[in-house]
């Protein structure tokens, strides 16, 4: 089993830059696909950023050349870079992980605004 917990979440300035931490407990965290997911008030959760335990990325349209998913399997720690954000961004982030069952951290806002 795995627990998830996010941090890095805030309020930043359209332009602005976060970085989302996911520090995962439990072990052979090096074999789960990883990802992020958001929700925004009002709309359904949706698809971020994935990467698998071989390296292979996927990105939302919206996202891709902003965003930057990664991770450290020393750290049990998956991140995600994002740069030149939007006020369409704000949501709820979520780190998510699976292997034969999907786990979901507890999320973390991003609010970005003037």
């Known amino acids: 089993q795995v627990q998830l917990v996010e941090s890095g979440g805030g309020l930043v300035q359209p332009g602005g830059s976060l970085r989302l931490s996911c520090r995962a407990s439990?072990?052979?965290?090096?074999?789960?696909?990883v990802g992020w997911y958001r929700q925004a008030p009002r709309k359904a959760r949706e698809l971020v950023a994935t990467?698998?335990?071989?390296?292979?990325?996927n990105y939302a349209d919206s996202v891709k050349g902003r965003f930057t998913i990664s991770r450290d399997n020393t750290k049990r720690t998956l991140y995600l870079q994002m740069n030149s954000l939007k006020p369409e961004d704000t949501a709820v982030y979520y780190c998510?992980?699976?292997?034969?069952?999907?786990?979901w951290g507890q999320g973390t806002q991003v609010t970005v605004s003037p």
């Open positions: 998510n992980a699976q292997r034969r069952m999907a786990y």
């Open positions: 439990g072990s052979a965290f090096s074999l789960y696909a």
């Open positions: 990467l698998t335990n071989s390296g292979n990325t």
